[in-house]
T-cell receptor
Framework: AQSVTQPDIHITVSEGASLELRCNYS??????LFWYVQSPGQGLQLLLKYFSGDTLVQGIKGFEAEFKRSQSSFNLRKPSVHWSDAAEYFC????????????FGTGTQLKVEL | GAVVSQHPSWVICKSGTSVKIECRSLDFQATTMFWYRQFPKQSLMLMATSNEGSKATYEQGVEKDKFLINHASLTLSTLTVTSAHPEDSSFYIC?????????????FGEGSWLTVV
C-alpha cells in the first residue's frame, strides 16, 4: 500500500533562514507528488506538484521541491523563510493515471522565529 | 485559479440532529469529489470518494449510514452527518477533481468546522 512519511513533526526556523521539509514515499511506481500548505482553520493550498520531467519543481511563494527517485523523496525547500510561512505543510502522493485518491503524510508544523 | 467552496464554514448542532455540509466547484465541473476529516493537529483522513451520479465509495471504517454523501451534479457534493454526536465534532474538508485540467488537478475547499453539543 502506498504511504507517505514526513519525519519531522515540528520544525522551527528563524526568519530569513533556509528551510527544508522532508518527505519520503512508498509506492509501487513513481506516483504524482504534491506539497500543500494549511494555515490554522483553513483548507489546503497547493504549493507545487511533480508529474514527470525536470526533477526540480518550482512552486508558489518561493518554494521548490526536488524529486529523487533513488531516495523515494520529494523534499520541500525555500531559501529564505518569511514569518508568514508559518503553517502546516503536507506532502501527498497520488497513483499515476489520474483518478486516484491522494494519500497524505502526517504533516510538518513550521514555526518561524522573528 | 479554480475555486472550491464549502458551506457552512462552521456549524454548531445539537446531539442527535443531522447537519449538511455542501461542497461546490465554482468554475469547473467536478466528476469526482473527496471528503476528508481532520482532527486537531493531525493529517487529513479520507472518508469517501464521490462520483457524480453514482454512490460514494467509503474508506474502511467510515460508516456510510452515518456520513451520507450525495453528488447529484457536476458542481455539488453534500456530506450529511446523521444523528450527530460530540465525537463527530471535527474539521471536514472537501476536494474536487477538475477532470479537464492538466493532470486532473485537485482543488480543496476551505473546510467546515462542525461542533456537536
Amino acid at each position: 500500500a502506498q504511504s507517505v512519511t514526513q519525519p519531522d513533526i515540528h520544525i522551527t526556523v528563524s526568519e530569513g533562514a533556509s528551510l527544508e521539509l522532508r518527505c519520503n514515499y512508498s509506492y509501487g511506481a513513481t506516483p504524482y507528488l504534491f506539497w500543500y500548505v494549511q494555515s490554522p482553520g483553513q483548507g489546503l493550498q497547493l504549493l507545487l506538484k511533480y508529474f514527470s520531467g525536470d526533477t526540480l519543481v518550482q512552486g508558489i511563494k518561493g518554494f521548490e521541491a526536488e524529486f529523487k527517485r533513488s531516495q523515494s523523496s520529494f523534499n520541500l525547500r525555500k531559501p529564505s523563510v518569511h514569518w508568514s510561512d508559518a503553517a502546516e505543510y503536507f506532502c501527498a502522493v497520488e497513483g499515476r493515471g489520474g483518478g486516484n485518491k491522494l494519500t497524505f503524510g502526517t504533516g510538518t508544523q513550521l514555526k518561524v522565529e522573528l | 485559479g479554480a475555486v472550491v467552496s464549502q458551506h457552512p464554514s462552521w456549524v454548531i448542532c445539537k446531539s442527535g440532529t443531522s447537519v449538511k455540509i455542501e461542497c461546490r466547484s465554482l468554475d469547473f465541473q467536478a466528476t469526482t469529489m473527496f471528503w476528508y476529516r481532520q482532527f486537531p493537529k493531525q493529517s487529513l483522513m479520507l472518508m469517501a470518494t464521490s462520483n457524480e451520479g453514482s454512490k460514494a465509495t467509503y474508506e474502511q471504517g467510515v460508516e456510510k449510514d452515518k456520513f451520507l454523501i450525495n453528488h447529484a451534479s457536476l458542481t455539488l457534493s453534500t456530506l450529511t452527518v446523521t444523528s450527530a454526536h460530540p465525537e463527530d465534532s471535527s474539521f471536514y474538508i472537501c476536494s474536487a477533481r477538475d477532470a479537464l485540467a492538466v493532470r486532473n488537478t485537485i482543488y480543496f475547499g476551505e473546510g467546515s468546522w462542525l461542533t456537536v453539543v
